[in-house]
């Protein structure tokens, strides 16, 4: 990233700060701009293996969940 990238960086960082955006909100602007896949695969690169195993538990537990109230 070159300093004139990085400026404007930090200044939609400010402004997102300042309406104190929230994680479903920044999902929305990540998809917008066609970068969740990208994103996902950073994360994921640069997450540990207990965090990831917690999450892939995470979604298993609400997977079963969505399909046991299905059947309900």
Same mark, same amino acid.
């Given at each position: 990233? &070159?300093?004139?990238?990085? +400026? +404007?960086?930090? !200044?939609?960082? %400010? !402004? #997102? +700060?300042?309406?104190?955006? &929230? /994680? %479903?909100?920044? @999902?929305?602007?990540?998809? @917008?701009? /066609?970068? %969740?896949?990208?994103? #996902?695969?950073? #994360?994921?690169? @640069?997450?540990?293996?207990? &965090?990831?195993?917690? #999450?892939?538990? %995470?979604?298993? +537990?609400? !997977? &079963?969940? /969505? ?6």
């Amino acid at each position: 990233m &070159d300093r004139n990238q990085q +400026s +404007s960086a930090d !200044h939609i960082i %400010e !402004h #997102l +700060s300042a309406i104190d955006v &929230d /994680g %479903e909100t920044m @999902q929305y602007i990540i998809k @917008q701009l /066609g970068l %969740e896949e990208q994103m #996902l695969r950073q #994360l994921l690169l @640069q997450a540990n293996d207990n &965090d990831i195993n917690y #999450l892939l538990e %995470e979604r298993n +537990s609400i !997977h &079963d969940r /969505g399909n046991n109230t299905q059947f309900n």
